[in-house]
């Protein structure tokens, strides 16, 4: 038995004192200082964030600090004040870091970090407990490069304080020596009554932004609440440019060199399009690549060439060759494109190396050629190592044109796009599988839309530690920067030159003397900004570089990160608190990372609130893997938080037992020992799935359930089913989504359900008489606590559980198709097992392979009255060779 899962009960609710939470109306911590203070001088921006909090019970209590900041910055600043005393965070070599956080780890101790939010932002998320009526003050300070995109660059603030500060600020400073040529503030704060709020102040070269909300106004944004604000505020703005050699600002011997010179005419492009239509770009995915491309195509210019590749197992040209963007052209490849279907394999390498043939064989004097890959999943027939794929793209391009990619969704690897990107000049960009995923798509090709110049060499006399200094090609809305040392102390004599090929022949810009000295103001500021372009562009190029070369990126990164104190993916910060109450350690995620949750050491006492509770759920698991327990808990405002925690193999608890102590906490204690914190996955919620088999006894087994999940997914039906876990990972599901066709969508909650075909939307209470839609191949009834859906060949009912205060969803399938590729967390459609007698663990044949297995009960969630039968549990890879991943989905 001991290999084999076995699931403990789920512990119940602990106790409930919302009455009382709802009667202290006060709140137990009180931000009432909360700053943002952003100085932007040459695009170079740094962000301080300043929150001042009192703990306002007669009690010590943890307070915690948590702010949202943009991914392309770098922390290189966080300390906390309490009682007089400053901790200041230290920036380490992430390995070091790391092995601090572990004997934190094991002497009981937890961690926290930064993690990737949406798109744009990171979360930086920490807490220290402050004793009763005591202060606690947080500074955190990062910085970025404002990168031009289409024009404009953009600085973006998002403020969230959890509850309306009597004294909030934010105060903008942009200073641009040639000048400001326009700027707007927007971004969800600057709404509603908040504009009031903002004040905008400019001269020729200056401008302030401040941000005084009332405390009032602070609860009356677009997405501001009771709990004060929650939204952006986004500086768009661009700079003069005086001089088409561009404009340079020298300040204690670094320059920086910004050059975007607009006096050129476009050079007319070949370009080539690869788009995947692979069986995973099915439903909105596809439909939003063929909305793009009709615009982007439209978009296209008179003189441009252009091919369009679509690929699955096999690749289709609309033409062998490059054609003219005429008008007749471009709508017989809108047909073309309005025929995309998706279904199949996914053949990269093959489609990629047709796309360089193209423009190798056909690409016209005087253009610049650009390939485009669109595509949301791995190479999966073909050529599949993906080594191979960027050895053999590398090689057919050969340097001469870039790849761009852009991975769509999350299920792509995107590091397998970084690199082909990289190494071909190019860069991949994450399109967010989204209802805007085509203004996304659309947005990346207007950024290259428009090349001006090509092979752009950039020289510069008297100079070290240059930042990248050549270019492939330049884009209209774009900007070239290149940052350096300057050796020859004689400024005078400092000259630039650019040397690059515009449409039909070569320019040079050349510049000298008069160059801007900033010294006086901050010293060091185009220093840093020096460094933050280096190790930028040093971790991109990290992700082609092989052996010696990769060690020395590596080593110069981390030099320079230390130096200049930048939470890299390469340096972490370590957080000392008072009285070693616990360390903490903050990682850049990658770009591309899956949003991933942390496993914590194992402890004695695991859970312990400090403060007044509503509820507490806690459940444990133990399977062959090891334990995870896991706390949520409700506290008054009706935040939720959570907690988990791993424990391995060897040191599986026995027994896990949760205890009460007093009204406000609670303790989950496991047999004392000592622990190694665990470095395999994180812990999920687990659903138990029940499955009927072509056999007389039912099989069983234990998913680990992201947040989100695909239930069932029937490409040829064109219908997907997913499962959102309820938020407390009780037994079921808080939503279910059905998409058939693409213009069916049917969303369920608790409470209710939507249901759209596109043109007409129909709404259901659970709590209404039986009801019956019916149109074209969709029937819908409802009847008591249960949701029964035909969708062509396929029917489904969803069902209402409510157990012991708890109330969720479980889908039953009814009918599908069989023999067809089914993919999601309720597998495949028939699968049968031979049982092997005579063994001592009890024994099945499943797709000819040995698995243990042992017979449980549990509750049959696909009936009404949920009764309890007898299951083989098998681990779910045993009916499945896909990864759990692979059953990931970012939106329901
Ligand atoms: C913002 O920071 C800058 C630079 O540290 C400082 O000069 C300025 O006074 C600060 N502004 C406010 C309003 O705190
Ligand atoms: C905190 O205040 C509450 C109510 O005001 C009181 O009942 C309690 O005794 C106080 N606790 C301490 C430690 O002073
Ligand atoms: C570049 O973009 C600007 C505005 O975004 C536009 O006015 C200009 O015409 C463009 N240049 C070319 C060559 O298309
Ligand atoms: C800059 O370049 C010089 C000479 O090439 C080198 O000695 C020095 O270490 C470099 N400095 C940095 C910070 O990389
Ligand atoms: C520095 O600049 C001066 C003036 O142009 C030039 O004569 C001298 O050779 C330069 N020195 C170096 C080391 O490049
Ligand atoms: C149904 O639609 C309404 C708005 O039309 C929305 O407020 C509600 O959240 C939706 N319910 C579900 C379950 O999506
Ligand atoms: C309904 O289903 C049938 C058979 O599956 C199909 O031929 C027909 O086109 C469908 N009708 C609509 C309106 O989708």
Redesign the pocket.
């Known amino acids: 038995m001991d290999e084999v899962a076995l699931r403990l009960t789920v512990f119940g609710l602990l106790f409930t004192f919302a009455n009382l939470a709802a009667t202290i109306k006060k709140q137990d911590i009180d931000i009432y200082s909360f700053h943002i203070n952003s100085t932007v001088s040459s695009r170079y921006a740094i962000t301080i964030i300043t929150s001042r909090v009192t703990n306002v019970l007669n009690q010590s209590q943890e307070v915690h600090f948590e702010v949202k900041i943009p991914k392309d910055a770098f922390i290189s600043q966080f300390r906390m004040t309490i009682e007089g005393k400053t901790y200041d965070g230290v920036v380490k070599e992430k390995e070091e870091a790391q092995q601090q956080y572990s004997q934190a780890v094991s002497r009981g101790q937890s961690a926290g970090l930064v993690s990737a939010v949406g798109r744009t932002l990171e979360d930086f998320k920490t807490s220290v407990t402050v004793a009763a009526f005591s202060k606690v003050t947080f500074e955190l300070t990062y910085e970025e490069l404002l990168k031009r995109r289409l024009g404009k660059y953009e600085l973006l603030i998002n403020a969230q304080p959890m509850q309306p500060v009597a004294d909030f600020k934010i105060d903008i400073h942009i200073h641009e020596n040639p000048g400001i040529s326009f700027l707007e503030v927007k971004g969800g704060l600057n709404t509603k009554d908040l504009t009031n709020a903002v004040t905008t102040i400019r001269s020729d070269k200056d401008a302030w932004v401040k941000f005084y909300p009332t405390r009032d106004q602070q609860t009356k944004c677009d997405d501001c609440s009771k709990n004060g604000l929650n939204g952006n505020l986004i500086i768009v703005y661009d700079a003069v440019r005086q001089k088409q050699s561009g404009d340079l600002m020298v300040s204690n011997e670094y320059f920086v060199h910004y050059f975007a010179p607009t006096d050129i005419q476009r050079i007319p492009k070949n370009v080539v399009f690869i788009i995947d239509e692979s069986g995973s770009m099915l439903g909105k995915k596809i439909e939003q690549t063929r909305l793009a491309m009709l615009r982007i195509l439209s978009d296209l210019d008179e003189n441009d060439h252009f091919g369009l590749i679509t690929f699955s197992g096999h690749f289709q040209t609309w033409k062998p060759e490059l054609l003219k963007a005429t008008e007749g052209n471009v709508e017989e490849a809108k047909t073309f494109v309005r025929r995309i279907k998706s279904g199949g394999n996914t053949d990269i390498n093959a489609a990629v190396l047709k796309a360089v043939d193209m423009i190798n064989t056909y690409s016209q004097e005087g253009s610049a050629s650009i390939l485009i890959l669109l595509t949301d999943g791995d190479p999966t027939t073909g050529e599949t190592n993906p080594e191979k794929i960027q050895e053999n793209v590398k090689k057919a391009i050969g340097e001469k044109f870039p790849l761009y990619s852009l991975g769509f969704g999350f299920d792509v690897s995107f590091e397998f796009l970084k690199k082909l990107s990289l190494e071909n000049n190019g860069v991949a960009h994450r399109i967010y599988e989204d209802s805007d995923a085509d203004l996304q798509l659309q947005g990346f090709y207007e950024e290259v839309a428009i090349p001006l110049l090509t092979d752009v060499h950039l020289n510069y006399q008297?100079v070290a530690n240059l930042t990248q200094s050549t270019f492939q090609q330049y884009y209209n809305g774009s900007e070239i920067v290149v940052a350096g040392q300057i050796?020859?102390n004689?400024l005078e004599?400092f000259t630039t030159e650019v040397i690059a090929l515009s449409k039909s022949t070569k320019v040079v810009y050349q510049s000298s003397g008069p160059t801007v000295d900033l010294s006086s103001g901050r010293p060091e500021h185009v220093k840093r900004l020096w460094a933050f372009l280096t190790v930028k562009q040093l971790l991109e190029k990290m992700v082609f570089l092989e052996g010696l070369e990769k060690d020395n990126a590596k080593k110069h990164i981390i030099d320079l990160s230390l130096k200049y104190k930048f939470v890299t993916p390469l340096t972490s910060m370590v957080v000392t608190k008072p009285q070693d109450e616990e360390m903490q350690v903050a990682h850049k995620p990658e770009e591309g990372e899956k949003p991933k949750r942390h496993s914590y050491g194992a402890r004695r006492q695991m859970f312990m609130p400090s403060h007044p509770v509503n509820r507490i759920l806690a459940s444990s698991s133990v399977n062959q893997h090891g334990a995870w327990v896991s706390a949520f808990y409700t506290r008054r405002e009706n935040q939720e938080t959570s907690a988990s925690w791993g424990l391995n193999k060897r040191k599986r608890p026995k027994m896990l037992r949760l205890l009460t102590m007093g009204d406000s906490s609670a303790i989950l204690q496991l047999p004392s020992m000592t622990q190694k914190p665990l470095t395999t996955s994180p812990p999920l919620w687990r659903i138990r799935i029940l499955k009927s088999s072509g056999n007389a006894k039912p099989l069983c087994y234990d998913v680990p359930v992201a947040e989100k999940v695909r239930l069932q997914q029937n490409v040829l039906s064109e219908f997907s089913m997913n499962g959102q876990r309820e938020s407390f990972g009780g037994e079921g599901f808080s939503r279910i989504s059905i998409h058939y066709k693409t213009n069916h969508h049917l969303l369920l909650s608790t409470n209710e359900i939507n249901y759209t075909d596109g043109q007409e939307t129909v709404k259901f209470s659970w709590e209404q008489d039986l009801t019956h839609h019916e149109r074209e191949n969709v029937s819908l009834i409802l009847r008591r606590n249960e949701f029964d859906v035909t969708m062509g060949n396929i029917r489904v009912a969803i069902l209402l559980h409510k157990k012991d205060g708890d109330i969720f969803l479980w889908p039953a399938i009814w009918q599908q198709p069989k023999y067809v590729v089914l993919m999601g967390i309720l597998g495949e459609a028939d699968i049968s097992y031979d049982e092997i007698p005579g063994s001592q663990t009890p024994t099945l044949k499943i797709k000819d392979k040995e698995v243990k297995t042992s017979w449980v009960m549990v509750k049959d969630y696909r009936l009404a009255s949920a009764p309890v039968v007898g299951c083989w549990l098998v681990p779910f890879q045993a009916l499945t060779q896909r990864e759990l991943s692979d059953f990931t989905v970012t939106q329901l």
Do not use: K, L, R
Request: charged share 0%; aromatic share 0%.
């Open positions: 008297g050796t020859n004689s004599s």
